[in-house]
């Protein structure tokens, strides 16, 4: 492990080789899943770690991608990279419509305004006529990749939504280490030195906004494509905090964080839930959050960095 | 015969934990139990496995599910399924990949009309049944004015178009509607309303716990006392066990079973509450019905392979406790007899689950709808 | 026009509910001076601060910078128009190292700030003109530090390189030496001494010997009016001066 | 009959009083919530499985014990407080020099452990609890029927959250109990008790919480979801009068009950929603809430 | 009389102190006695200590071992909101005005810890700054007025071992003399204080005795007579 972080790039190339070779063993549609809300939670991560935003409204957006995406595919007949390029823009144009609004706003004034507006979009999918309601959008068709490869077949699916991810997760990592991301930086660090050396922190907060969110509806729109269906959970609040946990459980701030964490919450979602222990789910999860939180603070990989920097330095 | 993986392997979606799980929940799934330990176990020599998982009214999570069980665990079919919308989008997933999906717990009659696929079943009751049996009934009492409160989603919708159908058609009128969240926890200002309609009758288009919260709120607003009826378009037991007789006697539902009826729904009932402390709803004896028709038609088909089995259950009429000589239609709605009751009032009452007065059986060919009027791409017009 | 004044007011008032905090004051800020503003507490200097900066919005009055009305202007705009203030408590990045905090500085001008599709490597070009600032204040050794294990003074002059490497016309101090032990104290007015040339600096500052120091012209401010102003000289002569603000230190301090 | 907006004003007068009678719970459990986010800095995600909490003790102290309304109105919120405090005790304290996402988190893992929890044990169809025999029958106040009890529940939420808002703007007490809010360590310094303090304002606030869901057991059911459903509501209303603000919090929990009364009549579809678009229109224009300070 | 109020009294005495924030040592070992009605001084660099160790003194640090005497009682062990009630006013660094609160709400804020203290009047009198702001909200006030009520509001209580921290702290030239003024009254009533400067000017002429403070221990105590040839030894401390 040490040798590996030491150098990144064996790092990235034995994760990579992991990823390739996962659907061998484990269920396709599961780790298509965990990468959505990887790539979901990193995004997220993108302003809550990096720019010290905290939305409390992000499910807006995985959902925008999703349904505009589902719409496109079911009624328009577009190719399917099509829909998911419409699903992010539709979800982009969105954020910087919610950021225009609340990037003047800090801490939990911050949080109440993006989640009250995510609100309005919730009932927004669910009065409009297209989104189906409470029944969701369903039956999205997968299709075919450039006209070519089917995509019904979960191989060929989760190999497809593995690029997605890797050139989201990479977009991420070079805003993080960029011009930008050094602007960033210093208005987290201090806002108000920031501005008095000329920065217009709004319009750098904004388009770190605005990336989050298009990002995140990325995420929406593969999802959708790779469950055929879109639906109200993931306009719900609870989907705008379940992504607060992910990515704190994995670890704020933290490149890897949020995608251990939204492997964390989605494993226990789905293998728990059918265990003996079912009905305990909640339970369970809350435990976990509780312990996290009061032995664990800076989440799964943060931990495990402190503790290399700890015994290795 | 020929049995995929040598098993016969079910699966049981359910509402486990949220609003609808009382009336199916942990209780169906014991239901289902019941089934295997009665058909013994296994079937021809082969053996019969159960998952079971929690949908939590969510049509994401459910199709979710039963998407990994049918990749993963093979499994042949799958029985409970509650919220209308969940149902609807499993189903799609079933019809997809050419499983069995037998619903007791939905519902929409759209499941088997503009929703229908040849591949389920619609078991229990649905909303065209709960308005040609409650809503029929009350209009011919003399409820010709209605105000619907109704849930805001799919069910809730269906159910107030199968109603304004039925009273319009016998003379009645609807003043006015009212939609209300899904759930919502206060409907006084609801009832409020319906109260300044000045209808005769306030049909309740929910369920579950929306249901029992708009009834408390009715009485507690003296409604009844007022010269107006309520009208509970979908009522379980366990609702009326929970809410008490003294605030839902003479209310008057529609239901597709009551354990209090014949010898053979107190027999089952009975084996059924020494397990679970608990009478059954319709929906948990529905769960036990169709999964026993199911495991009747692989033993009689000798596979498990879908459909040689869906053929053999159509073939066969469903006559157990549940049902008497139900048959199941092309666009997959099982039709059997439905049941207008009333609650009892608290005198009348011998103990804690003698809750109903069966009023009258409505004939199935009655109760639901006929294939002439159905929108399903299956029926052949 | 006979004086070139970098920075004007014209009856610039600011008022509390009810609460006059500065009233009608007239500031002239002559270029390539260093202008102090001092006075009893509560006298109004860090309110007319906060003017001049933007953090506040005057009741009344106007705010001219190069001639041109800036009282309407944004803060970020003025930092960019050349008149860039100094925090009263330490402004620096605390978490990023010492020559990043300079480089933040210079970056704006590169004009990629926006681009987050680029490796921050590009911006290693800036890295040259942040050691020869951070040299100019003596900090060169410090380069790589994170800039919150200095010590406070050292902090002090960190932020000052900052401030110098937006080239400012005008430069607003806020209290420079408040909190610092004696060493600290002179070695920051050397620093000040250092960056004037050439530039205009308005201060605040209540440390008299500071002030005697530095100080080309002095306006005394007292119950948001100004009271006098003048040299260290003059306005340490003003008997109101002395009853309101500086008793019988004055003496000693200018020593 | 004259109409107000093609409404008759009966029908909108009993709206907007029945939108106070919600508005009277929305005071309650905000007032709790905005007191303990006040002294804490912890936003009290448990808030709603406490409310939660105050009807069950309720109900279960009614079916085991045979307590009545009356007595459990005084007891259940002293127990849910006292439970409060040992959670307060032994969990919270451990978080309130961390940023307060981290109390937000614990609080939320608290509230699912103990939702889980209820709906494991008892479902999740309501319970009914009778309204108490001295409070039912109901007044007809010409543009409606007004069931005592819930004149009962305005009367008597009027009188605690003002009281509250006494003690704290008006006396000693309060003055520390504000003091603490901003500067624990001083205040120890000063000789005032600040963890003593904290944990009692803690219990207070559950308790609040705690006796809202002892008044809404009677017409509402007594269910283990109740609460998780009023939260975010309840969150809004905060906000909106501006966070730390008793006086906010109170006023405008009336205000957002009259609010979504009158969406139920032009609008009923949008009514869980519209408190969110009010409180966007406000932080707009008053980004620190209605009644919050500037900072 | 009680032997509290001889003049040799022994009201402060600090043993070995050690103050930890966290994980970091700050303080290694502090000895300092301070005898009832004495002023003594702490004086160093920034971040020697000075601070912590009043802070460790009202049990404000994170953790803390060795003895501090308080009127000849161990507090250790006594927790923090208890040693105020020993007769202890401390006034803190960053002068902790509440924001909640408005001037007159501040100053009355502190319990009053033994009877003697000033009234309102009194402190109104000594800072009529004050008195024209009573109702303003206490951070609105400027910097300087709000250290006036931080140190203002200790006087209230009664308490008798006075603990400041950089009172002086951006306050006017006249303002300081006035505060060396009160201080001298102070003392003459026979309060105890201990006072943490910058302001050496201000300092020396009020003070009994100095202590030098250097990287959390004490380097040098200075006689107040011994001042003038121990000059040097300030300059390399403090370059004064
Ligand atoms: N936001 C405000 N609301 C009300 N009064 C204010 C506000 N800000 C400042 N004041 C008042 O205005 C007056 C001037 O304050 P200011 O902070 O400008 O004084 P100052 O000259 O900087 O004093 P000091 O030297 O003590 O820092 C003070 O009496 C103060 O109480
Ligand atoms: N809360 C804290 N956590 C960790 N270290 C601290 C904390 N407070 C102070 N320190 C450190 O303790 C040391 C002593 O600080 P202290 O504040 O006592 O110094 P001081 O002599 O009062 O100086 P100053 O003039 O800055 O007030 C410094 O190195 C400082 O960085
Ligand atoms: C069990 C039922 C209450 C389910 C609900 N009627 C639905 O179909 O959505
Ligand atoms: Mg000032
Ligand atoms: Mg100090």
Redesign the pocket.
Same mark, same amino acid.
């Given at each position: 492990m040490i040798s590996k972080s030491d150098n990144p790039k064996v790092l990235y190339g034995v994760l990579l080789g992991l990823a390739i070779l996962a659907p061998l063993a484990i269920y396709p549609v599961f780790l298509m899943k965990v990468l959505c809300f990887a790539l979901f939670a990193s995004a997220f991560n993108l302003l809550l770690g990096y720019v010290g935003l905290l939305s409390f409204g992000h499910a807006a957006f995985l959902a925008t991608g999703g349904y505009i995406t589902g719409h496109i595919l079911t009624q328009w007949g577009l190719s399917t990279e099509l829909g998911i390029i419409f699903g992010t823009l539709a979800a982009t144009a969105l954020g910087y419509i919610f950021g225009k609004l609340a990037i003047r706003r800090q801490g939990i004034y911050f949080a109440m305004i993006t989640l009250a507006l995510a609100q309005l979009v919730f009932f927004l999918f669910v009065q409009a006529p297209f989104t189906g309601g409470e029944n969701g959008l369903q039956g999205i068709p997968r299709g075919n990749l450039f006209g070519l490869i089917s995509l019904q077949d979960n191989l060929s699916m989760y190999y497809f939504v593995l690029a997605i991810f890797i050139f989201g997760f990479a977009l991420i990592q070079r805003t993080i280490h960029s011009p930008f991301g050094q602007v960033l930086k210093a208005i987290r660090e201090n806002e108000p030195r920031a501005i008095s050396l000329g920065y217009d922190v709004d319009k750098y907060k904004l388009l770190a906004f605005t990336l989050s969110a298009g990002l995140a509806g990325l995420a929406g729109s593969t999802k959708s494509v790779v469950f055929q269906l879109a639906s109200l959970t993931d306009a719900h609040w609870h989907m705008s905090g379940e992504v607060v946990l992910m990515t704190l459980l994995g670890g704020v701030g933290t490149l890897f964080g949020p995608v251990v964490g939204a492997a964390t919450v989605v494993s226990l979602q789905n293998y728990l839930a059918q265990g003996p222990l079912g009905s305990w789910v909640t339970v369970i999860l809350g435990l976990i959050f509780v312990i996290c939180v009061l032995a664990f603070r800076s989440g799964i990989v943060g931990e495990i960095q402190k503790f290399m920097r700890k015994n290795f330095e | 015969g020929q049995y995929s993986d040598d098993e016969i392997r079910v699966a049981y979606l359910a509402d486990m934990s949220g609003t609808y799980s009382a009336l199916s929940g942990p209780g169906g799934l014991e239901a289902a139990k019941m089934a295997i330990e009665d058909i013994g176990g296994s079937i021809n020599g082969k053996k019969i496995t159960i998952v079971s998982a929690d949908d939590q009214n969510k049509p994401d999570i459910g199709a979710n599910k039963v998407r990994q069980w049918i990749d993963v665990d093979n499994i042949d079919m799958v029985a409970g399924m509650v919220a209308s919308s969940v149902t609807i989008a499993v189903n799609k997933v079933v019809e997809q990949k050419n499983k069995i999906s037998l619903v007791s717990g939905s519902a929409a009659s759209s499941i088997t009309n503009e929703y229908c696929t040849p591949n389920s079943i619609h078991w229990v009751y649905d909303t065209y049944a709960l308005a040609h049996g409650t809503a029929k009934a009350v209009v011919q009492e003399g409820g010709k004015s209605w105000f619907m409160l109704t849930a805001d989603y799919a069910f809730g919708h269906a159910l107030e178009r199968d109603v304004e159908k039925v009273v319009q058609e016998n003379g009645g009128e609807i003043v006015d509607k009212v939609r209300h969240p899904f759930p919502t926890s206060d409907f006084s200002s609801f009832i409020l309303q319906a109260q300044g309609s000045g209808a005769q009758v306030i049909g309740l288009a929910n369920a579950g716990a929306d249901t029992t919260n708009s009834l408390k709120t009715a009485s507690e607003f003296g409604i009844t006392q007022a010269g107006q009826k309520l009208a509970g378009l979908l009522i379980f037991l366990n609702d009326v066990h929970s809410l008490g007789l003294k605030v839902t006697q003479g209310l008057q539902l529609t239901t597709g079973f009551y354990w209090d009826r014949t010898e053979e729904t107190r027999a089952w009932s009975q084996r059924y509450f020494e397990r679970t402390g608990r009478m059954p709803t319709m929906v948990q004896a529905g769960v036990y019905s169709s999964l026993m028709h199911y495991f009747k038609a692989v033993q009689a088909a000798d596979t498990d392979e879908t459909q040689a089995v869906l053929q053999q259950m159509r073939d066969t009429p469903v006559n157990d406790f549940f049902a008497q000589n139900g048959k199941i239609r092309i666009d997959g709605r099982m039709v059997h007899d439905m049941y207008l009751a009333e609650v009892k009032k608290p005198a009348d009452s011998t103990n804690e689950w003698d809750l109903y007065k069966v009023l009258r059986t409505i004939p199935g060919d009655e109760a639901y709808r006929p294939l002439s009027e159905s929108q399903c791409k299956l029926v052949q017009k | 026009m006979s004086q070139d004044f970098v920075l004007e007011t014209q009856g610039l008032t600011k008022e =509390? #509910?009810g =609460?006059t @905090?500065?009233d009608n004051v007239n500031l002239q800020v002559q270029r390539g001076h260093i202008h102090a503003l001092i006075?009893?507490?509560? @006298?109004? #200097?860090?309110?007319?601060f906060n003017l001049l900066t933007k953090f506040l919005t005057p009741t009344r009055g106007t705010i001219l910078f190069n001639g041109k009305d800036i009282t309407d202007t944004a803060p970020n705009q003025i930092a960019r128009l050349g008149m860039v203030r100094s925090f009263q408590i330490s402004a620096v990045f605390p978490h990023l190292s010492v020559l990043e905090n300079v480089r933040i500085a210079l970056q704006r001008k590169l004009g990629t700030s926006f681009h987050f599709w680029k490796s921050e490597r590009t911006l290693n070009d800036l890295n040259d003109r942040a050691m020869e600032l951070l040299t100019s204040v003596g900090l060169e050794s410090y380069a790589n530090t994170v800039t919150v294990e200095m010590p406070y003074g050292r902090k002090r002059a960190l932020e000052l390189a900052t401030t110098l490497a937006l080239e400012p016309e005008l430069m607003l101090l806020d209290e420079p030496t408040q909190g610092m032990g004696h060493e600290d104290v002179d070695r920051v007015v050397e620093l000040i001494k250092q960056v004037a040339v050439g530039r205009t600096i308005l201060m605040?500052e209540?440390n008299l010997h500071v002030v005697s120091h530095l100080s080309d012209r002095i306006t005394v401010?007292a119950r948001?009016a100004v009271l006098a102003e003048g040299d260290y000289e003059t306005v340490s002569a003003n008997p109101q001066v002395r009853e309101a603000y500086m008793g019988t230190a004055a003496e000693e301090d200018a020593a | 009959m004259t109409e107000l907006l093609g409404i008759p004003p009966q029908v909108l007068f009993g709206q907007m009083l029945i939108g106070l009678i919600n508005g009277s719970f929305y005071a309650l459990l905000s007032l709790g919530l905005a007191i303990i986010f006040g002294l804490l800095n912890i936003i009290n995600f448990s808030h709603g499985a406490q409310y939660m909490l105050g009807a069950f003790a309720a109900w279960l102290g009614l079916q085991y014990f045979g307590v009545n309304y009356w007595v459990a109105l005084v007891l259940a919120p002293v127990c849910v407080a006292a439970f409060g405090i040992l959670l307060e005790r032994t969990l919270l304290r451990r978080l309130y020099r961390e940023d307060h996402l981290y109390g937000l988190l614990l609080t939320f893992g608290l509230a699912l452990i103990i939702e889980g929890s209820f709906v494991h044990w008892f479902g999740v169809s309501g319970q009914p609890y009778a309204v108490p025999e001295s409070l039912q029958g109901g007044q007809n106040l010409g543009f409606m029927f007004l069931p005592t009890y819930r004149g009962w529940i305005i009367v008597a939420s009027l009188v605690v959250c003002f009281g509250t808002w006494y003690m704290i703007e008006r006396t000693r007490l309060g003055a520390y109990l504000r003091a603490g809010t901003e500067n624990p360590q001083l205040m120890q310094a000063f000789g005032i008790n600040v963890p003593l303090l904290i944990t009692l304002t803690y219990g207070y606030g559950v308790a609040l919480a705690a006796l809202a869901g002892v008044l809404a057991a009677p017409i509402y059911q007594v269910s283990p979801v109740m609460g998780s459903n009023l939260l975010i509501t309840v969150f809004a209303v905060v906000v909106i009068g501006g966070m730390g603000s008793i006086l906010g919090s109170i006023l405008t929990g009336l205000l957002m009950g009259l609010i979504e009364g009158l969406t139920k009549v032009f609008y009923p579809e949008a009514s869980s929603t519209v408190i969110f678009l009010v409180m966007i229109i406000i932080l707009l224009v008053r980004p620190a809430g209605l009644f919050g300070k500037e900072a | 009389m009680t032997s509290a109020n001889r003049a040799d009294y022994e009201q402060l005495r600090l043993a070995d102190l050690h103050a930890f924030y966290g994980e970091s040592h700050i303080l290694h070992g502090i000895d300092i006695k301070v005898n009832r009605g004495e002023l003594v001084t702490l004086l160093g660099r920034n971040g020697s200590g000075r601070t912590t160790t009043l802070r460790a003194i009202m049990n404000m640090v994170g953790k803390r071992t060795g003895s501090v005497m308080i009127n000849g009682r161990e507090t250790l062990d006594v927790p923090a909101h208890q040693i105020a009630r020993l007769g202890v006013g401390y006034c803190p660094e960053e002068r902790g005005i509440f924001a909640s609160l408005n001037v007159e709400e501040n100053l009355m804020l502190p319990p009053t810890v033994r009877s003697g203290g000033m009234s309102l009047d009194e402190i109104y009198d000594m800072f009529p700054?004050l008195y024209e *702001?009573r109702t303003?909200?206490g951070t *609105?006030?400027? /910097? /300087?007025?709000q250290q006036m009520l931080a140190m203002a509001r200790i006087l209230r209580t009664g308490a008798n071992l006075l603990l400041l921290d950089e009172i002086t702290e /951006?306050l006017?030239p006249v303002i300081v003399q006035k505060l060396g003024e009160v201080l001298t009254q102070l003392k003459n009533k026979g309060l105890t204080i201990v006072l943490v400067e910058q302001n050496f000017r201000f300092a020396a002429p009020l003070a009994d005795r100095h202590y030098l403070m250097e990287h959390g221990t004490i380097v040098e105590e200075i006689q107040a007579h011994e001042l003038q040839d121990k000059m040097d030894i300030l300059n390399t401390y403090l370059g004064v």
């Amino acid at each position: 492990m040490i040798s590996k972080s030491d150098n990144p790039k064996v790092l990235y190339g034995v994760l990579l080789g992991l990823a390739i070779l996962a659907p061998l063993a484990i269920y396709p549609v599961f780790l298509m899943k965990v990468l959505c809300f990887a790539l979901f939670a990193s995004a997220f991560n993108l302003l809550l770690g990096y720019v010290g935003l905290l939305s409390f409204g992000h499910a807006a957006f995985l959902a925008t991608g999703g349904y505009i995406t589902g719409h496109i595919l079911t009624q328009w007949g577009l190719s399917t990279e099509l829909g998911i390029i419409f699903g992010t823009l539709a979800a982009t144009a969105l954020g910087y419509i919610f950021g225009k609004l609340a990037i003047r706003r800090q801490g939990i004034y911050f949080a109440m305004i993006t989640l009250a507006l995510a609100q309005l979009v919730f009932f927004l999918f669910v009065q409009a006529p297209f989104t189906g309601g409470e029944n969701g959008l369903q039956g999205i068709p997968r299709g075919n990749l450039f006209g070519l490869i089917s995509l019904q077949d979960n191989l060929s699916m989760y190999y497809f939504v593995l690029a997605i991810f890797i050139f989201g997760f990479a977009l991420i990592q070079r805003t993080i280490h960029s011009p930008f991301g050094q602007v960033l930086k210093a208005i987290r660090e201090n806002e108000p030195r920031a501005i008095s050396l000329g920065y217009d922190v709004d319009k750098y907060k904004l388009l770190a906004f605005t990336l989050s969110a298009g990002l995140a509806g990325l995420a929406g729109s593969t999802k959708s494509v790779v469950f055929q269906l879109a639906s109200l959970t993931d306009a719900h609040w609870h989907m705008s905090g379940e992504v607060v946990l992910m990515t704190l459980l994995g670890g704020v701030g933290t490149l890897f964080g949020p995608v251990v964490g939204a492997a964390t919450v989605v494993s226990l979602q789905n293998y728990l839930a059918q265990g003996p222990l079912g009905s305990w789910v909640t339970v369970i999860l809350g435990l976990i959050f509780v312990i996290c939180v009061l032995a664990f603070r800076s989440g799964i990989v943060g931990e495990i960095q402190k503790f290399m920097r700890k015994n290795f330095e | 015969g020929q049995y995929s993986d040598d098993e016969i392997r079910v699966a049981y979606l359910a509402d486990m934990s949220g609003t609808y799980s009382a009336l199916s929940g942990p209780g169906g799934l014991e239901a289902a139990k019941m089934a295997i330990e009665d058909i013994g176990g296994s079937i021809n020599g082969k053996k019969i496995t159960i998952v079971s998982a929690d949908d939590q009214n969510k049509p994401d999570i459910g199709a979710n599910k039963v998407r990994q069980w049918i990749d993963v665990d093979n499994i042949d079919m799958v029985a409970g399924m509650v919220a209308s919308s969940v149902t609807i989008a499993v189903n799609k997933v079933v019809e997809q990949k050419n499983k069995i999906s037998l619903v007791s717990g939905s519902a929409a009659s759209s499941i088997t009309n503009e929703y229908c696929t040849p591949n389920s079943i619609h078991w229990v009751y649905d909303t065209y049944a709960l308005a040609h049996g409650t809503a029929k009934a009350v209009v011919q009492e003399g409820g010709k004015s209605w105000f619907m409160l109704t849930a805001d989603y799919a069910f809730g919708h269906a159910l107030e178009r199968d109603v304004e159908k039925v009273v319009q058609e016998n003379g009645g009128e609807i003043v006015d509607k009212v939609r209300h969240p899904f759930p919502t926890s206060d409907f006084s200002s609801f009832i409020l309303q319906a109260q300044g309609s000045g209808a005769q009758v306030i049909g309740l288009a929910n369920a579950g716990a929306d249901t029992t919260n708009s009834l408390k709120t009715a009485s507690e607003f003296g409604i009844t006392q007022a010269g107006q009826k309520l009208a509970g378009l979908l009522i379980f037991l366990n609702d009326v066990h929970s809410l008490g007789l003294k605030v839902t006697q003479g209310l008057q539902l529609t239901t597709g079973f009551y354990w209090d009826r014949t010898e053979e729904t107190r027999a089952w009932s009975q084996r059924y509450f020494e397990r679970t402390g608990r009478m059954p709803t319709m929906v948990q004896a529905g769960v036990y019905s169709s999964l026993m028709h199911y495991f009747k038609a692989v033993q009689a088909a000798d596979t498990d392979e879908t459909q040689a089995v869906l053929q053999q259950m159509r073939d066969t009429p469903v006559n157990d406790f549940f049902a008497q000589n139900g048959k199941i239609r092309i666009d997959g709605r099982m039709v059997h007899d439905m049941y207008l009751a009333e609650v009892k009032k608290p005198a009348d009452s011998t103990n804690e689950w003698d809750l109903y007065k069966v009023l009258r059986t409505i004939p199935g060919d009655e109760a639901y709808r006929p294939l002439s009027e159905s929108q399903c791409k299956l029926v052949q017009k | 026009m006979s004086q070139d004044f970098v920075l004007e007011t014209q009856g610039l008032t600011k008022e =509390f #509910k009810g =609460f006059t @905090a500065v009233d009608n004051v007239n500031l002239q800020v002559q270029r390539g001076h260093i202008h102090a503003l001092i006075g009893p507490n509560g @006298a109004g #200097k860090t309110t007319c601060f906060n003017l001049l900066t933007k953090f506040l919005t005057p009741t009344r009055g106007t705010i001219l910078f190069n001639g041109k009305d800036i009282t309407d202007t944004a803060p970020n705009q003025i930092a960019r128009l050349g008149m860039v203030r100094s925090f009263q408590i330490s402004a620096v990045f605390p978490h990023l190292s010492v020559l990043e905090n300079v480089r933040i500085a210079l970056q704006r001008k590169l004009g990629t700030s926006f681009h987050f599709w680029k490796s921050e490597r590009t911006l290693n070009d800036l890295n040259d003109r942040a050691m020869e600032l951070l040299t100019s204040v003596g900090l060169e050794s410090y380069a790589n530090t994170v800039t919150v294990e200095m010590p406070y003074g050292r902090k002090r002059a960190l932020e000052l390189a900052t401030t110098l490497a937006l080239e400012p016309e005008l430069m607003l101090l806020d209290e420079p030496t408040q909190g610092m032990g004696h060493e600290d104290v002179d070695r920051v007015v050397e620093l000040i001494k250092q960056v004037a040339v050439g530039r205009t600096i308005l201060m605040v500052e209540h440390n008299l010997h500071v002030v005697s120091h530095l100080s080309d012209r002095i306006t005394v401010l007292a119950r948001g009016a100004v009271l006098a102003e003048g040299d260290y000289e003059t306005v340490s002569a003003n008997p109101q001066v002395r009853e309101a603000y500086m008793g019988t230190a004055a003496e000693e301090d200018a020593a | 009959m004259t109409e107000l907006l093609g409404i008759p004003p009966q029908v909108l007068f009993g709206q907007m009083l029945i939108g106070l009678i919600n508005g009277s719970f929305y005071a309650l459990l905000s007032l709790g919530l905005a007191i303990i986010f006040g002294l804490l800095n912890i936003i009290n995600f448990s808030h709603g499985a406490q409310y939660m909490l105050g009807a069950f003790a309720a109900w279960l102290g009614l079916q085991y014990f045979g307590v009545n309304y009356w007595v459990a109105l005084v007891l259940a919120p002293v127990c849910v407080a006292a439970f409060g405090i040992l959670l307060e005790r032994t969990l919270l304290r451990r978080l309130y020099r961390e940023d307060h996402l981290y109390g937000l988190l614990l609080t939320f893992g608290l509230a699912l452990i103990i939702e889980g929890s209820f709906v494991h044990w008892f479902g999740v169809s309501g319970q009914p609890y009778a309204v108490p025999e001295s409070l039912q029958g109901g007044q007809n106040l010409g543009f409606m029927f007004l069931p005592t009890y819930r004149g009962w529940i305005i009367v008597a939420s009027l009188v605690v959250c003002f009281g509250t808002w006494y003690m704290i703007e008006r006396t000693r007490l309060g003055a520390y109990l504000r003091a603490g809010t901003e500067n624990p360590q001083l205040m120890q310094a000063f000789g005032i008790n600040v963890p003593l303090l904290i944990t009692l304002t803690y219990g207070y606030g559950v308790a609040l919480a705690a006796l809202a869901g002892v008044l809404a057991a009677p017409i509402y059911q007594v269910s283990p979801v109740m609460g998780s459903n009023l939260l975010i509501t309840v969150f809004a209303v905060v906000v909106i009068g501006g966070m730390g603000s008793i006086l906010g919090s109170i006023l405008t929990g009336l205000l957002m009950g009259l609010i979504e009364g009158l969406t139920k009549v032009f609008y009923p579809e949008a009514s869980s929603t519209v408190i969110f678009l009010v409180m966007i229109i406000i932080l707009l224009v008053r980004p620190a809430g209605l009644f919050g300070k500037e900072a | 009389m009680t032997s509290a109020n001889r003049a040799d009294y022994e009201q402060l005495r600090l043993a070995d102190l050690h103050a930890f924030y966290g994980e970091s040592h700050i303080l290694h070992g502090i000895d300092i006695k301070v005898n009832r009605g004495e002023l003594v001084t702490l004086l160093g660099r920034n971040g020697s200590g000075r601070t912590t160790t009043l802070r460790a003194i009202m049990n404000m640090v994170g953790k803390r071992t060795g003895s501090v005497m308080i009127n000849g009682r161990e507090t250790l062990d006594v927790p923090a909101h208890q040693i105020a009630r020993l007769g202890v006013g401390y006034c803190p660094e960053e002068r902790g005005i509440f924001a909640s609160l408005n001037v007159e709400e501040n100053l009355m804020l502190p319990p009053t810890v033994r009877s003697g203290g000033m009234s309102l009047d009194e402190i109104y009198d000594m800072f009529p700054n004050l008195y024209e *702001r009573r109702t303003s909200q206490g951070t *609105r006030l400027s /910097g /300087g007025e709000q250290q006036m009520l931080a140190m203002a509001r200790i006087l209230r209580t009664g308490a008798n071992l006075l603990l400041l921290d950089e009172i002086t702290e /951006g306050l006017a030239p006249v303002i300081v003399q006035k505060l060396g003024e009160v201080l001298t009254q102070l003392k003459n009533k026979g309060l105890t204080i201990v006072l943490v400067e910058q302001n050496f000017r201000f300092a020396a002429p009020l003070a009994d005795r100095h202590y030098l403070m250097e990287h959390g221990t004490i380097v040098e105590e200075i006689q107040a007579h011994e001042l003038q040839d121990k000059m040097d030894i300030l300059n390399t401390y403090l370059g004064v």
